[in-house]
């Protein structure tokens, strides 16, 4: 009977080891390499493309592109309401969601990219993988800290319900990054070195074009802190024209052939037809006889109705009816992550500020632009000589006036950046003219976009910055973003 008992005993202990060596292995994934088994290059691929993909070119740009007026916002749903302002949309945690999850799974894949650079790591003492890393994480942080100010950062990838860090202190960290970056890709560039290949997908893995946008990120982040710091003008020149001695050209992903995959642009055109071309964009070509006009609002329905005019709600309720820019058709056309026209408009702007010559990148600003829209439309724009002559000698406000018409092709974030900067700053060059705006004796332009649900529902830290019941959201139409005069 002892030795009966006994068997029942080791045989109860053999049964709970083994269903807890079963319970152990249920959450591994055994049909993939784990992420420390992958060399980084591999990865490399994916950062870039959901960086231009998902972070730049998704509905964070869509539905700015509305509140810029640089599109119009048609089709009887989601981009109706947001031409129309309704807080239903405006506000929703919703809206940014797939993109603020997109975004922060993207800056895993990086943060995992970084790592393996490190001592030990899969991809030890490999430094232009390494700075291309750290230029992807400043982009898709930067981006995020823009449009929603305070956001999960130190924390974010280390814990399930992080902080949120204040937007001043990111940017100091994001310009501690990108300086580290440009040191990494300048040690990687003097040695040589291409440990990517064609999987970066971008620039082939050349370690010095990468660098060019390095400098060209860093002198973004510096403009965009101008309103705080009026000596990062200076700054913003000196990284720019790093960025211009590097033989920056622009960063733009063009793997894309029109048939078998699009931009992202052509691909929310194709599936929805939400977007429309403007006439707050339309009134600023005809005042200057502009030929870019030909192939930014096109009437690509044969409904008579070339652009609508902003927050027209007949225009916005119609469906298949409002035209639409002509490289919104073409899957081809590249999709900027940061174009050589922007980087020549932040010289320009800057120089004017600090009184020194703007002319030559003020030109070749327009002459990029030009080039983009033709490009990006498939049709020849010609007369680029007599309209810069005709425009004169650069202000300021034409200045910003030229990088507004350059960025309605697919840059609408960062004009949503620069006109939340000068409304800080008390000045006004892009009049808005959606009368939607304002309602009920309140502003319906958000000063900042919503969070992501997922956080809101699950991060109470979020949640609590986000708000509840009534007053969900409301601090979107009342407060600006630190960088443009708030405080979060």
């Given at each position: 009977?002892?030795?009966?008992?006994?068997?029942?005993a080791?045989?109860g202990?053999?049964?709970t080891?083994?269903?807890?060596?079963v319970?152990?292995?249920?959450?591994?994934d055994h049909?993939?390499p784990?992420?420390?088994?992958?060399?980084?290059?591999?990865?490399?691929?994916d950062a870039?493309i959901?960086t231009a993909?998902?972070?730049?070119?998704?509905?964070y740009a869509?539905?700015?592109?509305?509140?810029t007026?640089?599109?119009f916002?048609t089709?009887?749903?989601?981009?109706?309401?947001?031409?129309?302002?309704?807080?239903?949309?405006?506000?929703a945690?919703t809206?940014?969601?797939?993109?603020?999850?997109?975004?922060?799974?993207?800056?895993?894949?990086i943060?995992?990219?970084?790592?393996k650079c490190?001592?030990?790591g899969?991809?030890?003492g490999?430094s232009?993988?390494e700075?291309i890393?750290?230029v992807l994480?400043?982009?898709c942080?930067e981006l995020?800290?823009?449009v929603?100010?305070?956001i999960?950062?130190?924390?974010?990838?280390?814990s399930?319900?992080p902080?949120?860090?204040?937007?001043?202190?990111i940017y100091?960290?994001?310009?501690?990054?990108i300086?580290?970056?440009?040191?990494k890709l300048?040690?990687?560039?003097?040695?040589g070195?291409n440990?990517?290949?064609?999987?970066?997908?971008?620039?082939?893995?050349?370690?010095?074009?990468?660098?060019?946008?390095?400098?060209?990120?860093?002198?973004r982040?510096?403009?965009?802190t101008?309103?705080?710091?009026n000596?990062?003008?200076?700054?913003?020149i000196t990284?720019a024209?790093?960025?211009?001695?590097?033989?920056?050209?622009?960063?733009?992903?063009?793997?894309f052939?029109g048939?078998?995959?699009?931009?992202?642009w052509a691909?929310y055109?194709?599936?929805?037809?939400?977007?429309?071309?403007?006439?707050?964009?339309v009134d600023?070509?005809?005042?200057?006889?502009?030929p870019?006009?030909?192939?930014?609002?096109?009437?690509?329905?044969?409904?008579?109705?070339?652009?609508?005019?902003?927050?027209?709600?007949?225009?916005?309720?119609?469906t298949?009816?409002v035209g639409?820019?002509?490289?919104?058709d073409n899957g081809?056309?590249k999709?900027h992550?940061?174009?050589?026209?922007?980087?020549?408009?932040i010289l320009?702007?800057?120089?004017?500020?600090t009184?020194?010559?703007?002319?030559?990148?003020?030109?070749a600003?327009i002459?990029?632009?030009?080039?983009?829209?033709?490009?990006?439309s498939?049709?020849d724009?010609d007369g680029?000589d007599?309209?810069i002559?005709?425009?004169?000698?650069p202000?300021?406000?034409?200045?910003m006036?030229?990088?507004?018409?350059?960025?309605?092709?697919?840059?609408q974030?960062q004009?949503?950046?620069d006109?939340?900067?000068?409304?800080?700053?008390?000045?006004?060059?892009?009049?808005?003219?959606?009368?939607?705006?304002?309602?009920?004796?309140?502003n319906?332009?958000?000063?900042r976009?919503?969070?992501?649900n997922?956080?809101?529902?699950?991060?109470p830290?979020v949640?609590?910055?986000?708000?509840?019941?009534?007053?969900?959201?409301?601090y979107?139409?009342?407060?600006?973003?630190w960088?443009?005069?708030?405080?979060?």
């Amino acid at each position: 009977m002892l030795k009966k008992l006994l068997y029942i005993a080791v045989l109860g202990l053999a049964v709970t080891s083994c269903s807890e060596d079963v319970m152990n292995k249920i959450n591994e994934d055994h049909n993939h390499p784990q992420p420390g088994a992958v060399n980084a290059r591999f990865q490399v691929t994916d950062a870039v493309i959901s960086t231009a993909y998902t972070t730049w070119g998704g509905a964070y740009a869509w539905y700015v592109s509305s509140y810029t007026e640089q599109t119009f916002g048609t089709g009887n749903n989601q981009l109706m309401k947001t031409e129309l302002r309704q807080r239903t949309e405006t506000a929703a945690s919703t809206t940014y969601n797939n993109e603020w999850n997109g975004t922060y799974g993207n800056l895993m894949n990086i943060k995992q990219i970084i790592e393996k650079c490190q001592e030990g790591g899969l991809n030890a003492g490999q430094s232009d993988i390494e700075g291309i890393g750290q230029v992807l994480w400043v982009l898709c942080y930067e981006l995020l800290t823009d449009v929603h100010g305070d956001i999960p950062y130190s924390e974010a990838l280390v814990s399930k319900q992080p902080k949120l860090d204040k937007q001043e202190d990111i940017y100091k960290d994001l310009l501690k990054r990108i300086t580290d970056a440009e040191a990494k890709l300048q040690a990687a560039a003097d040695a040589g070195e291409n440990n990517c290949g064609n999987q970066d997908v971008l620039y082939g893995g050349d370690p010095a074009k990468w660098l060019g946008l390095a400098y060209a990120v860093e002198a973004r982040l510096q403009l965009n802190t101008t309103f705080r710091d009026n000596s990062a003008y200076a700054k913003a020149i000196t990284a720019a024209e790093a960025a211009i001695a590097a033989g920056f050209a622009g960063a733009d992903l063009s793997i894309f052939n029109g048939v078998d995959c699009d931009n992202s642009w052509a691909a929310y055109n194709w599936s929805r037809y939400y977007t429309g071309a403007n006439g707050t964009v339309v009134d600023l070509f005809a005042e200057r006889n502009d030929p870019r006009n030909d192939v930014y609002a096109v009437d690509e329905f044969d409904t008579g109705v070339a652009y609508a005019n902003a927050g027209d709600e007949a225009m916005a309720k119609a469906t298949e009816t409002v035209g639409y820019p002509l490289w919104l058709d073409n899957g081809a056309a590249k999709l900027h992550i940061f174009s050589l026209s922007e980087l020549h408009f932040i010289l320009a702007e800057a120089k004017a500020k600090t009184g020194a010559d703007a002319t030559a990148d003020f030109e070749a600003g327009i002459r990029a632009s030009f080039d983009d829209y033709a490009e990006a439309s498939t049709v020849d724009i010609d007369g680029v000589d007599a309209y810069i002559e005709a425009l004169g000698a650069p202000t300021v406000k034409e200045i910003m006036v030229q990088k507004y018409l350059a960025q309605a092709r697919d840059e609408q974030v960062q004009t949503y950046n620069d006109i939340r900067r000068y409304k800080a700053m008390g000045e006004e060059y892009i009049t808005l003219k959606n009368s939607n705006n304002t309602g009920a004796g309140q502003n319906q332009w958000p000063l900042r976009l919503a969070y992501g649900n997922s956080d809101v529902v699950s991060n109470p830290n979020v949640a609590e910055a986000f708000g509840t019941g009534n007053d969900a959201g409301n601090y979107l139409f009342t407060e600006n973003v630190w960088l443009f005069g708030g405080n979060r």
